[in-house]
């Protein structure tokens, strides 16, 4: 076995071991189960740790009890910011294996990747707390409150780079769409990863997508569009477009996608860890061009 079979190995086994950690053995994760947010956290932490970060919390108040965002943060030489992050709550009543935890699994495989080879910029890493509703699109919302502590610090921010939902795939289940005629345009199939921007973004978007492309077996397609098109907004770039940032969405489209969408048979058995591989290696060697 080669050095990157042994290496796409790691990865997809430390992918499996953070999502049945998440989803499985905490489960559903929301401020009105008790602890589970705390429990989801300290895992977080705990990964970050393991593999040489240094992890901070970015507490505050929500509904009058505590949550934070777990931060991890790599210096790199001088330059603008990039964020990498992915939210790991949950909605009541689902234990959210593609939504969020998927995502998570994602980051905190970036983050060793990125610790093993050095990344090209300064970057986070952040695990936000409170995407779901009711929390979306208020202060309460964790990517909301980092965004602007990034604005009020005047910080510089290169790129955003929201993971949403990143391990749904079916290769005989047909793709829907938001707006008819998209299929003609778009694959038909679900077996690929979407890479939606705002226009502002667009040029960041169109240079992840190619280096995705190129650094992976997945196919990566691109959707620049307003942010009220197709649910793009629906998720934690949205905070950064809010306050002026470039940020784009890395998604399986979701509910246009997958049934168990919110669900309680969003479980772990149902992702594809193959194609999970396939798109944090794509995004190692894209970002690692940033």
């Given at each position: 076995m080669g050095i990157k079979a042994r290496a796409v190995k790691t990865l997809k086994a430390n992918l499996r071991r953070h999502v049945e950690a998440l989803s499985v053995d905490i489960g559903q994760r929301h401020m009105w189960k008790e602890g589970s947010l705390d429990r989801a956290a300290e895992y977080i932490e705990s990964q970050f740790t393991a593999i040489g970060h240094k992890p901070w919390r970015q507490t505050f108040s929500a509904y009058d009890k505590p949550v934070a965002n777990i931060i991890a943060e790599w210096p790199g030489p001088p330059g603008p910011l990039l964020v990498i992050g992915a939210h790991y709550d949950t909605v009541p009543g689902s234990p959210g294996a593609d939504d969020n935890t998927s995502a998570v699994a994602g980051l905190l495989?970036?983050?060793?990747?990125?610790?093993?080879?050095?990344?090209?910029?300064?970057?986070?890493?952040?695990?936000?707390?409170?995407e779901e509703s009711p929390c979306y699109g208020s202060a309460k919302m964790g990517s909301m409150r980092h965004a602007s502590l990034l604005k009020e610090q005047r910080t510089e921010v290169e790129l955003m780079v929201c993971l949403e939902m990143i391990g749904y795939f079916r290769k005989d289940q047909p793709q829907?769409?938001?707006?008819?005629?998209?299929?003609?345009?778009?694959?038909?199939?679900?077996?690929?990863?979407?890479?939606?921007?705002?226009p502002p973004s667009a040029w960041r978007a169109i240079k992840l997508t190619r280096g995705i492309r190129k650094g992976s077996d997945i196919n990566a397609r691109l959707l620049v569009a307003p942010e009220q098109i197709g649910g793009i907004n629906r998720s934690d770039n949205y905070s950064y477009w809010k306050h002026g940032y470039r940020a784009v969405m890395v998604t399986d489209t979701a509910?246009?996608?997958?049934?168990?969408?919110?669900?309680?048979?969003?479980?772990?058995?149902?992702?594809?860890?193959?194609?999970?591989?396939?798109?944090?290696?794509?995004?190692?060697a894209a970002l690692s061009r940033f």
């Open positions: 495989e970036l983050a060793r990747l990125f610790q093993e080879t050095q990344a090209p910029r300064p970057t986070t890493f952040a695990a936000f707390v409170n829907e769409y938001p707006i008819p005629g998209m299929g003609l345009i778009y694959p038909k199939f679900a077996d690929f990863i979407a890479v939606t921007a705002n509910n246009f996608r997958n049934r168990n969408y919110h669900q309680e048979t969003d479980t772990i058995d149902t992702l594809d860890f193959d194609s999970m591989a396939e798109v944090v290696t794509g995004l190692h």
